[in-house]
């Protein structure tokens, strides 16, 4: 998860005094060890799983402080497409520039949280701060994505738990929140753009035409990845479980 770019990612750094050689011949000695015990155990999964982790946390040391090198790996240009030269929108760039340089290197899920969206007294100057915040690194994101031949193959969705009510909350400045009928959208991974699903009632407060739910874009995004939402299948302290409770229905028409 993406939420301040600025502090990288916790607990990348060597230990205190340690050398890279000197880490490397640790690390390699781990490994030596670690292989040698799970030889002695008849079941060994659940160890061998823990032995990834920390090789993959391992990895993360080497890789997280290039990743993060930004500032002398991005030309003006990039910066300028994702807002980064704006004080208001500088965060949310970098943020967003973060997460395509991580899809770049393979990874596989990146979320980015831009938080501060809870208008209840002030939604006129929260939302045009939140939007100067926003609207170009999300432009800039999908730009440099498609330019680089990723888009297609990266899923972008934009969304939150609700939207805020059309009547006010209070005062006429609030608004309050809005599970009922409100907006995300999907570009990428193969996704049909410029269409709209769905409406709202005149008032703009509940969806009344081709309603969906969150478990819906759920099965939607499990769809796009190539995974069947039906058959997905978990344990959870004994019981199966699936993330969509039975009741998602892939959205076809966003990819028709």
Known sequence: ???????GIKFTD???????????QQLRLLEFLNENHRKNKLNADALQARIKSYEMTANMQVAAP???DWKTK????????YGIEHENSHETGVACLMGRRMVERGVRFVQIRVGGWDAHGNIKSNHSRQAARTDKPIAGLLKDLKQRGLLDSTLVVWAGEFGRTPTMEGTANGRDHSPNGYTIWMAGGGVQGGQILGQTDDLGYVATERPVTPFDY???ILA????D????RFNHLGREETPLFNDGAVINEVFA
């Open 218 to 220: 759920h099965a939607t």
């Open 66 to 68: 290039e990743l993060f």
């Open 224 to 227: 796009a990845l190539g995974i």
């Open 1 to 7: 998860m993406v939420i301040n770019p600025a502090t």
């Open 74 to 81: 991005e030309s003006k240009a990039i910066r300028m497409l």
């Open 229 to 232: 939402p039906g058959n997905l």
């Open 14 to 24: 060597r230990p205190a005094g340690t050398t890279q050689q000197r880490r490397t």
